[in-house]
């Protein structure tokens, strides 16, 4: 085992280890908690370093990062490696619209929609031979003028919108709380999102993702009925360069 190995494998346990604790803390099944691991800015070798340990989703930012990064995992597996076939990918980042088509064409999920535009096109350029891309919808819970995300009042109607389209499954919501060191301000926007992820299963029943909670929140998230969390410097260590958006 190379030593990279060893401080994922490492880094990762601990990572469960604390979901196991905070689900444990407030009576939650700890299966009904997916971690995603976001590996933006590490290169492949990290990806299957996580992998042999165990993990299985993945967490991209950059468009053209995340299809080389999904192209070398494949190569491995065709190669023989075990551990890089079957790996899940999803698109954390923000979208621009001449970005959607490699997405939908080489990802498995997308966290960031926020609006109809973006929607559509992922739906259109979904190829037939795929089965329809998981998405879910990117709400700007904090009201930050900085943030991506649709307003809380916009949501229920671009949620039936998406929800109609025929190459998507729209699968929940995703939000990245304006940051905050108190644990107890911490849970506001996470139980208002909670709220929104009800209101909204009430005509879309199908819904079964809410996907907040990153390495400070985790507690606050996973008391607030997070299903999905999204974790990186926790797993694979500092990032090289920094993002422009703070999606793990």
């Known amino acids: 085992m190379t030593s990279l190995e060893q401080q994922v494998q490492d880094n990762l346990r601990r990572v469960n280890e604390r979901i196991s604790t905070a689900a444990q803390a407030v009576s939650r099944d700890r299966s009904g908690i997916t971690l995603l691991a976001?590996?933006?800015?590490?290169?492949?070798?990290?990806?299957?370093?996580?992998?042999?340990?165990?993990?299985?989703?993945?967490?991209?930012?950059?468009?053209?990062?995340?299809?080389?990064?999904?192209?070398?995992?494949?190569?491995?597996?065709?190669?023989?490696?075990?551990?890089?076939?079957?790996?899940?990918?999803?698109?954390?980042?923000?979208?621009?619209?001449?970005?959607t088509r490699p997405i939908a064409e080489h990802l498995d999920w997308v966290h960031s929609i926020d609006r109809l535009k973006i929607a559509q096109r992922l739906?259109?350029?979904?190829?037939?031979?795929?089965?329809?891309?998981?998405v879910l919808l990117q709400v700007n819970i904090s009201g930050e003028a900085?943030?991506?995300?649709?307003?809380?009042?916009?949501?229920?109607?671009?949620?039936?919108?998406?929800?109609a389209l025929p190459r998507l499954r729209l699968r929940g919501l995703m939000a990245i709380p304006e940051p905050e060191v108190d644990p107890q301000r911490q849970r506001l926007p996470l139980a208002r999102m909670r709220t929104l992820f009800a209101q909204?299963?009430?005509?879309?029943?199908?819904?079964?993702?809410?996907?907040?909670?990153?390495?400070a929140?985790?507690?606050?998230?996973?008391?607030?009925?997070?299903?999905?969390?999204?974790?990186?410097?926790?797993?694979?260590?500092?990032?090289?360069?920094?993002?422009p958006e703070p999606h793990a």
Not at 200 to 215: A, F, I, K, V, Y
Not at 231 to 242: D, K, L, Q, W, Y
């Open 38 to 99: 976001v590996s933006k800015t590490f290169g492949p070798e990290a990806v299957l370093a996580a992998a042999r340990a165990g993990q299985r989703a993945f967490g991209e930012n950059y468009v053209q990062e995340a299809v080389d990064k999904i192209a070398a995992l494949a190569r491995l597996a065709e190669a023989g490696e075990t551990a890089a076939a079957g790996l899940q990918w999803h698109f954390i980042g923000p979208i621009q619209s001449n970005k």
């Open 123 to 134: 739906s259109e350029q979904r190829p037939a031979e795929r089965p329809p891309l998981d």
């Open 146 to 163: 900085s943030k991506s995300g649709v307003s809380p009042d916009e949501l229920p109607a671009l949620a039936q919108a998406v929800a």
């Open 200 to 215: 909204l299963r009430t005509d879309l029943p199908q819904l079964d993702t809410l996907s907040m909670g990153m390495s």
């Open 217 to 243: 929140d985790l507690e606050a998230a996973v008391a607030e009925g997070t299903t999905l969390l999204r974790i990186g410097t926790a797993i694979f260590g500092p990032r090289s360069r920094p993002t």
